[in-house]
């Protein structure tokens, strides 16, 4: 099976990030390593499991590719324009999330996390689109890698 064993992320240049976005980081890639599909589609594409390093350069998000023996697999760059208000309201749903869970009745949590799955699943279909023709991916995947853009665009 196609997959991702392996991602990095380069933090390089962008400051440290919160406790929350460091616990949603490791939960992402976590939850990314036990499970995910990536393929990707082109005939003369090296077969997987893939190694993945995201990072942002020059204002691009950055989607580097190896095999699992280090061999180039692929790159892509993706502008981040597309993917702003997304972060920016993902981001601002997050905050008010962990606010929520520190003071609030678990009814108006369900609420604010209702909301925030939305835009986490927003981000996921825009991935998605974005990815078209360069990588295939399930929506499980989209969200897992949305979240990891969303720590990198947090620092940027």
């Not at 972060?87 to 009745?105: G, R, S």
């Not at 990891?148 to 665009?153: P, T, Y």
């Given at each position: 099976m196609m997959h991702i064993c392996h991602i990095e992320i380069d933090t390089q240049g962008l400051p440290a990030p919160t406790p929350?976005?460091?616990q949603e980081r490791k939960v992402a890639i976590f939850d990314l390593l036990e499970e995910n599909t990536f393929t990707l589609p082109h005939e003369d594409a090296p077969s997987g499991p893939y190694r993945l390093s995201l990072a942002i350069r020059e204002k691009r998000l950055v989607f580097d590719i190896d095999t699992e023996d280090g061999a180039e697999a692929a790159e892509f760059h993706l502008s981040l324009a597309p993917f702003?208000?997304?972060?920016?309201?993902?981001?601002?749903?997050?905050?008010?999330?962990?606010?929520?869970?520190?003071?609030?009745?678990p009814s108006q949590i369900e609420a604010i996390d209702m909301a925030r799955r939305g835009i986490h699943n927003e981000g996921a279909r825009l991935l998605q689109e974005r990815l078209e023709g360069k990588a295939e991916i399930d929506t499980d995947t989209a969200r897992r890698l949305f979240t990891?853009?969303?720590?990198?665009?947090f620092g940027a």
């Open positions: 929350e976005i460091e702003r208000q997304t972060v920016k309201d993902y981001w601002q749903i997050c905050e008010a999330y962990f606010d929520a869970v520190k003071k609030l009745p990891l853009i969303c720590v990198l665009h």
